[in-house]
């Protein structure tokens, strides 16, 4: 019950995103700031609100790389770990929602920084579906 709830928070999050901020935000990268900084208030406001949320983030695909496009790094909580471009950029299990299109909780990842459960959200553009975040 607890899985199924943790991946329902994670869509429910990406259903209050303006995929047309992210769009910009992947696509185009003079936006990058502006857009970005709205993103991430809405993630920091988001992981102040939630203990269950340890931090929050957005993804993107670049030059077959995946990146941090956004995070919920400045928050102010208890809970928030600062790791912008560390370890959520090297774990391969955040390809697979760019791949296959299906939202997905992994198992507790152990890295360096620390051990992770993910819940990875495709965001899709509105014009043409294709995945654009996770």
Known sequence: MAKEEALQLAQSVE???????????????????SDAASVEQ???RLVEANDSIYYAYIL???NGSIV???DSSAADSLTS????????????INQVPFETGQSLLTEPI???????IRALVPVKNPENGDIIAT
């Open 81 to 92: 770990n600062p790791t912008k471009s560390s370890c959520e950029e090297t774990a391969e």
């Open 110 to 116: 152990s890295l360096p920084c620390g051990t992770w």
């Open 42 to 44: 809405s993630l920091e």
């Open 60 to 62: 993107k695909q670049k």
């Open 68 to 70: 941090v496009m956004a």
């Open 15 to 33: 259903s209050l995103l303006h995929p047309e901020h992210l769009a910009a935000l992947a696509l185009d990268e003079s936006q990058a700031a």
